[in-house]
């Protein structure tokens, strides 16, 4: 691994010193001179277990010990919880692309990426404390949105390792492999949250030691070459870094088709995911109250997890293996459109909407993992930009998640009196944007296959 490594950043440094030798201006991706070689199974265990850790520590917080104290700090108003969330969210949408520059032009013997894992790492544990013993409220948001900081910075940095080292053959393996692993951290970290419940420290720092040793872990363990005597690029001035946090899609028509489909798809399956406990507590309890079906609601997300990481998996390895990411793309489109038409217009029926729901769970685990590959094979200026890009790939998916809940609220009174909601409209344009997205990247992505 490490001779691979220090062959690969040996090439680099020399193609960068001539940035415009091969670009391939008729789609707008620099060409990749640099045939990278397979990366070890070593590389690929420690990459997932510091991306396994780095999601314990990022979801138990969302997905339960932030609700306990906001709870305590604010018992008459639990809706901030939402502001919250959102505060940290917005945070990691903005800072991604100026890590992502940051990282491209740092210089260190530890190499590029690696300060940022256990950097990240640390600053995202020192805030979970922060958050555990804090006072009042607008301490909890200040720690919050300095944990986002921290643990984007972190995984946003396992990333970018896979820009840099993956040849293309491995990409959809080690992408399904990633997807999965979330899956199973936003469980297991909820449940090692839970387990220290009435000891506000633990509950936060627990899930934050495990996520340090782990990024520990993969930082010690795959070794990077340094980075001392890459060419460094432009000077990183204010109005750069701005200016750099977007990009023109006439010259990278292939990354920007890519991140409008991948935004389009994510939209779809934000507004088909989010109301789904209060769609089948609407559904299938008389009195439309999700207490009623509580033990269904279990059972129903813990096959969701199950269809995603078995889908991310799956969709990873076949794109690999066959060499076809965009025909997998399509059939994951098809495949959510399925399920939420299934939804939509099962009525009362809990088999014909759990079978629904797992379908669209299992496609969207196959576009999360092939997609992601789908980034990283159409990435510009990969050698020296490869930071920025990252990070800008990060609005498709924080922009569909902020803008879907807000289309969502109008679409569910259409056509309602009452406390009625109209889900199945919501379901069919939920399917109708998936499906779209999905046909966009398989019709004008060219140059992944």
Not at 171 to 178: A, D, E, F, P, Y
Request: glycine share 12%; net charge positive.
């Amino acid at each position: 691994m490490t001779d691979s490594t220090h062959t690969l950043d040996a090439t680099t440094r020399s193609s960068n010193s001539t940035p415009d030798a091969e670009t391939d201006t008729t789609r707008g991706i620099t060409a990749q001179t640099v045939q990278r070689p397979p990366v070890s199974t070593r590389y690929i265990w420690f990459l997932a277990l510091a991306t396994f850790g780095g999601y314990i520590a990022l979801i138990a917080p969302i997905g339960i010990s932030l609700s306990i104290r906001v709870q305590e700090l604010a018992p008459d108003n639990v809706e901030v919880l939402g502001y919250v969330i959102g505060s940290g969210a917005l945070i990691a949408a903005i800072s991604s692309p100026l890590l992502g520059m940051w990282s491209d032009r740092t210089r260190t013997r530890l190499g590029r990426r690696r300060p940022f894992g256990i950097g990240g790492a640390i600053l995202g544990l020192v805030s979970l404390g922060m958050i555990g013993g804090a006072p009042s409220l607008p301490m909890v948001v200040a720690g919050w949105m300095l944990t986002q900081l921290g643990w984007t910075a972190a995984l946003n940095s396992l990333m970018l390792s896979q820009a840099d080292l993956l040849p293309e053959e491995q990409r959809g393996k080690v992408s399904g492999l990633g997807a999965f692993v979330q899956m199973v951290a936003s469980v297991t970290g909820v449940g090692i949250a839970s387990a220290f419940i009435g000891h506000n420290h633990l509950m936060f720092l627990v899930p934050g030691v495990i996520g340090v040793a782990l990024m520990l872990a993969w930082v010690i363990s795959v070794k990077e070459p340094s980075s001392l005597d890459m060419v460094l690029g432009p000077k990183l001035t204010v109005r750069r870094a701005l200016s750099n946090m977007v990009f023109n899609p006439a010259k990278y028509p292939d990354f920007a088709w890519n991140w409008l489909g991948r935004l389009i798809f994510m939209f779809g399956v934000t507004l088909g995911t989010t109301f789904t406990t209060l769609f089948f507590a609407s559904r299938l309890s008389t009195s439309g109250q999700v207490a009623d079906i509580g033990g269904l609601i279990v059972i129903l997300s813990l096959a969701g997890v199950v269809a995603t990481g078995g889908g991310a998996l799956l969709g990873g390895m076949l794109s690999d293996k066959f060499h076809r990411r965009r025909v997998l793309v399509l059939a994951s489109g098809a495949g959510f459109t399925l399920g939420a038409i299934i939804m939509a217009l099962g009525g009362t029926s809990a088999p014909i909407l759990i079978v629904g729901s797992i379908i669209s769970s299992l496609a969207l685990g196959v576009f999360s993992a092939v997609n992601q590959a789908m980034v990283l094979d159409v990435l510009p200026q990969r050698d020296t930009e490869a930071g920025r890009f990252i990070g800008i790939n990060v609005y498709s998916t924080s922009l569909a998640q902020a803008i879907a809940p807000v289309v969502a609220a109008p679409l569910l009174l259409v056509g309602m009196s009452g406390s009625d909601k109209n889900y199945t409209l919501l379901l069919l344009v939920a399917a109708a944007c998936t499906a779209i997205g999905a046909v966009i990247v398989m019709v004008f992505v060219r140059s992944s296959k």
